[in-house]
């Protein structure tokens, strides 16, 4: 599985961006997408994260103002991040954690993939 995100970039504080991220490849079932962040000289950090199912997860940090949403169908995830500030600054991952094959589903293992950062920049 390949991921490629997209979207960031540079913005003030208050601003909007939106990331993107695709899978390919050979995918079985994708159960879990969403974005982790890392700032220079922090551990990287969960964002938000969202299931097959639709049911999601944020840090305490961006409730309110980030919103993930996903395209099963084309195994698809966006972040649109809203009111950016300037601890929002840090380069963005996109990740996925599958079932790589039906044993895998049926024996509960899963694979981890991480797409390459995309930096998001807020300005004050």
């Known amino acids: 599985v390949q991921l490629q995100a997209s979207g960031g970039g540079w913005v003030q504080t208050g601003g909007s961006l939106r990331l993107s991220c695709a899978a390919s490849?050979?995918?079985?079932?994708?159960?879990?997408m969403g974005w982790y962040r890392q700032c220079p000289g922090m551990q990287r950090e969960l964002v938000a994260a969202?299931?097959?199912?639709?049911?999601?997860n944020y840090a305490d940090s961006v409730e309110g103002r980030f919103a993930i949403s996903r395209d099963n169908a084309k195994n698809t995830v966006e972040l649109q991040m809203n009111v950016l500030k300037p601890e929002d600054t840090a380069v963005y991952y996109c990740i996925a954690i599958a079932n790589d094959d039906r044993q895998s589903r049926k024996d509960g293992r899963t694979t981890t993939y991480w797409g390459k950062g995309t930096q998001v920049t807020v300005s004050s």
């Open positions: 490849g050979s995918i079985f079932r994708i159960i879990t």
């Open positions: 969202i299931t097959s199912f639709g049911g999601t």
